[in-house]
């Protein structure tokens, strides 16, 4: 299976280990990498599922997708900084502010179209946001735009994460049109699994 960053995918470890002893004819293994080796490995059927953003419709040909949860925008500056009074903030908080942001080019939610009013104070980065690049532009005083699940994981005392309702789509499962039954019993199961545990 493709994930996520698996340190902010507890649960979908939790479930897929309980699913493994529940079918003991099946191994579930996790790896990483970039959304474009992720589909090349779905299509050879080298990974038969994927757990991601919900990408833009060239990544979904050949393949389905299924929404697990809605994602939010969040936010980390230092605790310096005049938003570290807040906990929760919206679009307009972030009037004046330097801002840096990673653009994944796969995702159906484009942030530089999210944040277009804020065009002339975003500096995207070329490659994915390192922890060490969080805390770099923190420090200088930038608030650093990251996807809420990308960045729960997070435990700096010199940073604050600013939460918001600002929509960053969803992530959800990917898998070939004509993957195992299996695969299709592990999603069902788990978008259920992670509404209840939502719910609890």
Same mark, same amino acid.
């Given at each position: 299976?493709?994930? @996520? ?7 979908? @470890?939790?479930?897929?280990?309980? /699913? ?5 004819? @099946? &191994?579930? %293994?996790?790896?990483? /990498?970039?959304?474009?080796? &992720? ?16 990408? %833009?419709?060239? /990544? ?11 994602d939010n925008y969040c936010f980390i500056v230092n605790r310096n900084h005049p938003l ?7 679009l307009d908080d972030l009037e004046g502010y330097s801002m840096v942001c990673d653009r994944? $080019? ?6 530089? @179209?999210? +944040? ?7 500096? /995207?980065?070329? &490659?994915?946001?390192?922890? +060490? ?9 930038? %608030? ?11 435990? $700096?005392?010199?940073? &604050? ?11 959800? +499962? ?11 019993? +592990?999603?069902?199961?788990? %978008? ?9």
């Amino acid at each position: 299976m493709g994930g @996520v960053n698996l340190r902010t995918s507890v649960h979908l @470890v939790h479930y897929a280990n309980d /699913f493994m002893r529940a079918h003991e004819n @099946v &191994k579930i %293994v996790f790896q990483d /990498f970039p959304m474009e080796e &992720k589909m090349r490995a779905l299509l050879a059927e080298e990974l038969q599922l994927c757990a991601t953003a919900e990408p %833009v419709a060239i /990544f979904q040909k050949e393949m389905l997708y299924t929404p697990m949860m809605q994602d939010n925008y969040c936010f980390i500056v230092n605790r310096n900084h005049p938003l570290a009074a807040k906990d929760f903030i919206t679009l307009d908080d972030l009037e004046g502010y330097s801002m840096v942001c990673d653009r994944r $080019n796969y995702r159906k939610e484009d942030s530089a @179209v999210t +944040f277009a009013k804020y065009a002339d104070r975003i500096r /995207f980065t070329e &490659k994915e946001i390192d922890d +060490f690049t969080i805390v770099n532009s923190a420090m200088q005083g930038d %608030v650093v735009i990251r996807y809420r699940i990308w960045a729960d994981h997070i435990d $700096n005392p010199l940073l &604050k994460i600013l939460h918001s309702d600002i929509p960053a789509g969803t992530i959800g +499962f990917m898998r070939k049109k004509d993957a195992h039954p299996m695969v299709e019993n +592990f999603i069902s199961n788990y %978008v259920e699994y992670y509404r209840k545990l939502q719910e609890s």
